[in-house]
């Protein structure tokens, strides 16, 4: 009985040695991608920062300033863009984002209104496909390689629904990477455009050819630029996830197996002792 | 002549943060210099040549559509994209230039057509900037 016992234990330590191998593994590739994304998510925030500026200046300085992107329609349709990852096993990460977009999506429908979505992001694409949401455009695998064109392709079709009067309103959710350890899921809005009107500082300024074109003009920009920034920053935020969830698994991996050894290594004493016992006992009765 | 401050900021990286005595850029209303105290201006930036005065010789560079944003403080333009001339792959831009106008020929939507028109645009900008190079 011992012997099978231990055969049990020593297989167990087994398995619980190739999943670490797997998880050492995960973690490994999720810190070298963490390092890259991060720099790329890092950079991304000049552009957004000054282009945000820029449009606040000029619905700033022109009182009688109006836009479509910047009045609000009343709400009948609202499109949610939602980013998530493309893979699992990265702890509470696609989770997180999906709840949040689907609380969001709880109250536009308790108030009566419609939503549409756009997944970016195999997890998204599943999490809204399966629950029948309608859906406007999916995108998967795109979160790794993503470039400027790419976010801008998007930016543009959002803009040109928009236009068209299909959908009132713009919200995107996705998480922010705000450190290696620290991820926080973000929700913001993307069209109206919110503008922060402060009259502080009103300086004269020339806009060609007038305030109002080049606002629309910067739009599918700051759109794209967004979008570009949400989505880099959601995948430093995966690896992020990614590594911390595989460093707990190992980690654990770690404690079961010294647990494991331990049992076993007991286990061995006990076969041996009672082999001794029932040697002794047998040359005992000999005598 | 004079100096100011001169930051380029795309979405993927700062392309240029110093100091120059002029710039050249093509706005949608036409070529305009830049130079140390000029009164504060904005204007939309198509797909377009840049020259830039570094050490009193003029560098020239491809913008892929932004903003130029004059004020006291520093002169900024926000670019999608922007590539020094010799940097420029121009493999790569041929072939997105040929994808482009295959495109123009099928796509029967506006929208469809308007963005492979802008395509079309960046990509005979950055095989103009690069020949001059």
Known sequence: MASSNMKDIKRRIKSVESTKQITNAMQLVASSKLRKAKEKADSSKPFFNAMYDTMCEIVREDATFTSIYTRKRKANVTLMVVISGDRGLAGGFNANVLKLAQQRYNEIAKDGHEAVVLPIGKKAVEYFEKRNFKIMTRYENIGESISVYGAMSIADKIIDVYNKDKIDKVELFYTDCISPLVQEEKHM???????????????????????????????????????????????????????????????????????????????RQAAITQEITEIVSGANAQE | MRSYKLKIITPEKIFFDGETEQIIVRTTEGDIGVLAGHENYV???????????????????????????????????LAMAAEWADEIDLEWAKRSQADAEKRLKETKSDFEHRLAELKLKRALNRISVSSKN
């Open chain 1, 189 to 267: 809005a993307l069209i109206p455009v919110n503008i922060e009107t402060d009259k502080t500082n009103i300086s004269l300024t020339n806009y060609e050819p007038s305030p109002e074109s080049v606002f629309d003009s910067l739009i599918p920009r700051y759109i794209a630029g967004v979008l570009f920034g949400a989505i880099v920053n959601s995948f430093a935020a995966e690896q992020a996830a990614r590594r911390t969830a595989m460093e707990n698994a190992t980690d654990n991996a770690n404690e079961m197996i010294s647990n494991l050894s331990l049992v076993y290594n007991r286990a």
């Open chain 2, 43 to 77: 204007s939309d930036l198509p797909a377009g040549p840049f020259r830039v005065r570094l050490d009193g010789q003029l560098k020239t560079a491809a913008i892929s559509g932004g903003v130029l944003k004059v004020s006291k403080e520093a002169t900024t333009i």
